[in-house]
């Protein structure tokens, strides 16, 4: 969104993600939310800064995962890349620090990342379904937070034809029942419940992934997108566009922040507010 600008985003669905998923307390359990909005509305651009105000709050004993939605995916080929990620960042030493250490699991945990490493799930299907069903259970009893962000879920209609993807999805959410220190973000053009392909016998997939939709800059983030026209580097005055020169911006922009951002970047590069340069 712009090179080194980031617009500070307003509203639920905002509110809603640092609270309850990017800045946990420790005594905090996940949340599963599904954050939609159409293309060049920044949703990638959210959780990207999300992550960022993650890092640098440092918190204790939280990791985060970020994983496109890609095609050539299938069931066992996504957890195990997943999982070969969690052994890089969450190592023996991690483990064993973890706030309520248990060698058991750890040891445990250690399998599983040498399974994934080692075996294919395919052909050694009631393992790798054994040390998947306990995985996360397993980084909550050590008090590991898990935050998991699975971008480009639209194409989860194109890559995952079954049901088994959502229904361990659906498993892994607080509407299951399940008690992880675990949070998930689908990010997406659709809702989760419009894509997830489900049992009709199932509970309903949007009420597991409770949608929370981003739009465009609001009034008050459009005053804070203008204020950035002081900082153009040809700006010596620091002048901010006219009335009518927001308004032809707009016009070509609308309220699409990924637009008005590359608009701002063209006329940085022509020397003045004059879109016709």
Known sequence: MGKNIYIERSGAAVKKLRRDVFLPAPEDLGSCYSLTGPNSTGKTTLIRHLMG???????????????????????????????????????????????????????????????????????????????????????????????????EFDRAAEVFRDTQFYDRLFSLSPKSGSELKLSIVTVSRRSY???????????????????????????????????TYADLPWNEDRRLPSQQERQAILYFGGRSPAVLMNLREALADAGSFDLND
């Open 53 to 151: 105000e993650l890092a640098q709050a440092a918190l204790p004993n939280v990791y985060c995962f970020y994983r496109n939605i890609e095609t050539g995916y299938t069931f066992w080929s996504f957890w195990a890349s997943l999982i070969l990620e969690f052994s890089k960042a969450l190592r023996e030493e991690q483990l064993r620090a973890a706030p309520t250490p248990d060698g058991y699991i750890v040891e445990e945990l250690l399998e599983t990342y040498d399974f994934f490493r080692t075996r294919s799930p395919e052909t050694d299907f009631g393992n790798a379904t054994n040390y998947l069903n306990n995985l996360f259970d397993n980084y909550t009893r050590l008090g590991i937070h898990i935050i998991l962000v699975l971008d």
């Open 193 to 227: 419940g419009t894509i997830a392909v489900y049992d009709p016998e199932g509970s309903d997939p949007s009420e597991a992934f409770p949608q929370l939709a981003l739009r465009g800059f609001s009034n008050r983030e459009l005053e804070d997108y203008f204020a």
